[in-house]
């Protein structure tokens, strides 16, 4: 029993991962260019523009407001079309991107915007173009708290992931409610708990450990 327990928790500390890891990477390569985007095309930004930024603001805005069972399950034919089944560890790929692309695109955005506008006016004073000022001025100044504001999102991840794998998407959740719920294993469901709260704390501490390495080189 110990043994099968091990294997279990493994198999489904595996397939959160996958599921957690390849969502958050698409995550992060789609939302913070639209980050960058909602910052610079605001107002005050490099490229005003709020033609654009609205209606990306405007969709952000919706689609963060949708609780995640309720947009899992409004994405199973999107789901079904894009990886060919509403079940399993790539279908909950789906449902978790794109809730976390709107989640970490206004952290980011945040951060973004936390840069301090001398350094923009200063750039712009020896020459710089817009381009330059996004990757070597507000990309680099926001850098600490963009990773920092990752690192919450993977962590948001991880929860939605549970819930993902309750109905039917694998991972440490499938087995929290097969095991855990349906067949009143407390022991099952101790150590699903205490393998997410690691994974949580690892997550948590690297990412506090990369924001502050990166802070302090701009000191």
Not at 110 to 134: F, H, K, P, T
């Amino acid at each position: 029993m110990h043994d099968q327990l091990i294997d279990l928790l493994l198999t489904g500390t595996l397939d959160t991962l996958i599921m957690v890891g390849v969502s958050a990477l698409l995550a992060f390569l789609i939302g913070l260019p639209l980050a960058v985007i909602l910052v610079s095309t605001s107002e005050n930004g490099i490229y005003p523009s709020q033609t654009i930024n609205q209606p990306i603001g405007w969709i952000i805005n919706i689609t963060r407001s949708i609780p995640f069972l309720i947009l899992m399950v409004a994405l199973i034919p999107i789901t079904r079309w894009i990886v060919g089944t509403s079940y399993g560890v790539w279908a909950a790929v789906v449902p978790l991107t794109l809730a976390a692309i709107p989640f970490f695109a206004r952290i980011a955005e945040v951060s973004l915007r936390e840069v301090d506008q001398g350094l923009i006016e200063a750039a712009q004073a020896i020459g710089c173009n817009r381009q330059q000022i996004i990757w070597h001025v507000l990309l680099p100044e926001a850098l600490p708290g963009i990773v920092a504001g990752f690192t919450v999102t993977i962590v948001t991840m991880i929860n939605s992931s549970a819930i993902a794998g309750a109905i039917g998407a694998g991972g440490l959740g499938d087995i929290a409610y097969r095991y855990g719920y349906q067949r009143f294993d407390l022991t099952v469901m101790f150590a699903v708990i205490v393998v997410l709260i690691v994974l949580v704390m690892l997550i948590q501490a690297t990412g506090d450990t990369l924001s502050q390495q990166l802070d302090k080189r701009k000191i």
